[in-house]
């Protein structure tokens, strides 16, 4: 699928790269998908032809903003900034149901860890501090029976999670019965199912849509931007939110 991939890159200088990183793509090697060849890092290094240092992380069906620093000091310095939590990550989500214009959910996640990336993390440390904020974009009823509803319904939401915890959005919106579509972990295997058979929809729909930091030399406040991915615009397109697209 990612032979011969060239990355998208949003921004480059002399300590920094942040690329669009599509759905599908590991940000690095991992015990859970030891089959996979392609990965973020690996990709951007021979492409760029430098070493490359990721400071955050992005779910491997998740797609958009993934920055990575080009030398150890700047990634210390930008993982202070993600630990102290200064910086501004919003994410784009299509989810089952008419959610709530807005709300904020607060709801401690257990650690869940990578046995190669999290080898050394402790465990049985108990549930931690989550909290995300949500807002509704929009919504659609489509004249199609998903379940025991004759009509179903979706909500396109704006995520911005303020805590940085694993799988935290998709967990969250699980936990308000609000699935993100695509999603075979935590969604609704129904809902899966139909908007594969009825969009051709293969991927979890959400996206990092912004991250905000504060460059670690200049302090410029540097907002990256990833543009959606054919299948997140077909999903616009078939429910009339062609407006989103550029948002």
Not at 74 to 79: S, V
Not at 130 to 140: C, G, I, P
Request: proline share 3%; with cysteine; charged share 25%.
């Amino acid at each position: 699928m990612f032979k011969d991939y060239i990355l998208e890159i949003l921004y480059r200088d002399e300590h920094l790269v942040a690329i669009n990183k599509p759905s599908g793509l590991l940000v690095h090697k991992s015990m859970i998908d030891r089959h996979e060849i392609y990965f973020a890092m690996k990709m951007l290094r021979d492409q760029i032809g430098q070493y490359v240092y990721p400071v955050h992380r992005l779910d491997k069906p998740t797609s958009g903003v993934l920055l990575f620093a080009l030398d150890g000091e700047t990634a210390r310095l930008l993982g202070e900034q993600f630990s102290a939590h200064a910086i501004e990550k919003t994410y784009t989500a299509i989810v089952r149901g008419y959610i709530e214009e807005a709300g904020v959910i607060d709801h401690p996640l257990e650690e869940k860890h990578d046995k190669i990336t999290d080898k050394h993390a402790k465990e049985n440390k108990g549930a931690q501090e989550a909290l995300s904020e949500y807002q509704r974009l929009d919504t659609v009823e489509v004249p199609h029976a998903v379940g025991r509803y004759a009509q179903t319904r979706y909500s396109l939401v704006k995520l911005m999670p303020k805590t940085g915890r694993k799988h935290q959005l998709r967990r969250h919106m699980k936990h308000i019965s609000h699935h993100i579509l695509g999603d075979t972990k935590y969604g609704r295997g129904e809902h899966n199912k139909f908007i594969r058979s009825e969009y051709g929809c293969e991927r979890l729909l959400l996206h990092a849509i912004t991250l905000q930091i504060t460059h670690p030399y200049t302090g410029e406040e540097l907002l990256f931007r990833a543009p959606y991915d054919a299948t997140f615009l077909k999903m616009f397109q078939a429910f009339s939110w062609e407006k989103h697209a550029l948002t």
